[in-house]
């Protein structure tokens, strides 16, 4: 089984807990704390990945970090059951497939918007709002500057890819006169 769908497992059974004490965000915003810990550090990252350690050195390391960081019983139980199935591995894919499942939930959007310019606030706000009609759902905008676009806006809502830049209507223009780009 591929590990995607076992992280997809393991984050719907966490999810169904957090749905139980409702306690969606409170959840996640644990689980990305120690998903960031191990991501930032190397060693730990490779300590938990490497067989060599057994189940009770890195139950113990994970205890130690748990008590260093402010986690709730629930997330820390569930942290530990990760490693003893060893699959805290998988962590970072547990943490967006739980993401998914929150968002839905809260019926949550989140969007990449991508310019060649700096947006006003003005503007920022009228794209956000015209996102959320589009939608149906609450929009969280990440927004980037990308100089290559030339001009316009490029917006990812999902798997779905909005492209107005200038760079790609150019594309289109010589494609249609049958240049080699």
């Known amino acids: 089984m591929r590990s995607s769908n076992i992280a997809k497992r393991y984050a719907r059974a966490f999810f ?3 749905r139980e004490d409702q306690k969606y965000e409170s959840y996640y915003g644990e689980l990305t704390i120690f998903s960031s810990i191990l991501e930032d550090n190397k060693n730990l990252k490779e300590l938990f990945l490497n067989p060599v350690f057994d189940r009770d050195e890195k139950k113990a390391v994970v205890k130690s970090m748990l008590q260093k960081i402010n986690i709730s019983t629930t997330t820390a139980n569930f942290l530990k059951l990760l490693v003893d199935k060893r699959r805290i591995g998988i962590l970072p894919e547990i943490e967006n497939a739980y993401r998914q499942l929150m968002d839905d939930t809260l019926k949550r959007t989140r969007v990449n918007v ?3 310019f700096p ?3 003005e503007l920022s706000g009228k794209l ?3 996102l959320e009609e589009m939608t149906g759902k609450k929009v ?3 927004i980037s500057e990308d100089a290559s676009l030339l001009g ?3 917006v990812g809502v999902g798997d779905t ?3 107005g830049s200038i760079k790609t209507q150019l594309r289109n223009i010589r494609n249609l006169l049958g240049e080699e780009i």
Request: charged share 30%; aromatic share 4%.
């Open 161 to 163: 890819l909005y492209d």
């Open 128 to 130: 956000q709002e015209r």
């Open 119 to 121: 947006l006003s606030a």
């Open 152 to 154: 316009g806006i490029v």
């Open 114 to 116: 991508r310019t060649a």
């Open 16 to 18: 169904e807990i957090a």
């Open 140 to 142: 969280e905008m990440a």
